[in-house]
């Protein structure tokens, strides 16, 4: 190919990550060989065709090009994510489910390349996404410092991986990738040696008398309802007025993961602290959040059922750290709902413990078990205010 006479360009931008070549278009040496994207008139198409093809042409592979092909990984993922999203939209998973999907799937593509054929995947290229996705490999939309991660996002992730490699083979490939072992799960000895290491993951009660003397009216509510009812930062987010029972200290608000039955005893402190809330609540900005208990200053909703995304936490956490209490993944608001776990089971009424939590059994006498009663659930409440309070120690 002749030279082009003309003066090369600069290039776009400072970190632009492709150079003009005297013949016209725009490359990039990779492994020793130099690589043509595109002329210099169109500098993002170049850009465009680059990413696409970098995954196969640094791991040596001869580069797919893009397109409609339905036997990629890009297909896969995408037609396994609409799977998912139709899934969320019939309730049968959570928005934040979905999302976590979502995560998981770009990882996969980062590690093995979307362009990749399917019938190209090899247990080399699993042993590597296990490796990735335990080290977290730095996907383009995340910021910052790639980082070691806990083990038991490792074993989400995963598991998630095994899901769609499972929708794979049931509907999109005749010969079956071997997967399972290339990403199994984590050996237990390793989840129970990173559970020992990062300790109780619970609150003592002088911290949380700390933490609701110091909190705003909301997080203070918020505080006592996890304490006393077990809840995590989606049910405070998502509680709506009417399955309160403040007259007579009650709450019927089911859990929203699962949509298993759940009531408990609201203390004295926790009814007050509600009355409090919603004596100054704001006006909601946008009709459907009208029946909830919390709002944000600005009237919106703590708990994002589109994103996932919960401003309980945060708000939270920003207070332990004021408090000198904060511990990454030990000393947060979910700790709340393992402490009134761990106090609730010395009441010596399990039943009434997994019934203020929402968890249902798999037994034959759960499948049979029809009603729980109020008073083991006022024992097991009052047993925990008493911990709380200070009235009662344990050893």
Known sequence: ???????????????FPLTAHPNGQWCKKIRGRVHYFGPWADPQAALRLFKDQQDDLYAGRKPRQPGSDDSTLRYALNHFLSAKKLAQESGEITARSYLDYEKTCDR????????RQLSDIQIADLQRLRRDLAKGAKLKKQKGRRRDRGVNTIKNDLTRARMF???VNDYLVDKPIKYRKALA?????????????????????AEIRRIVAAASPQLKAMTLLGLNCGFGPHDCGTLPIDKLDLANGWHYYGRPKTHNKRRCPLWPETVAALREVLADRPEPAEEGWGGLVFLTPVGGCWSDEDTGYNEVSPAFRKLLKELDIYQKNVKVFYSLRRTFETIGATANEQLAVDFVMGHIGTDMASVYRQKTFNAPLLKVTNHVRDWYLGLITLD
């Not at 990173?194 to 993951?201: D, I, L």
């Open 185 to 205: 799960s984590p050996p237990k000895r390793q989840i129970r040696k990173a559970a020992n290491e990062c300790g109780e993951r619970m609150f003592e009660a």
């Open 165 to 167: 490699f499972l929708y």
């Open 108 to 115: 996969i593509a980062a590690s093995i390349g979307k362009y």
């Open 1 to 15: 190919m002749s030279r082009i006479a003309s003066k090369k360009p600069a290039k776009p931008y400072p970190d």
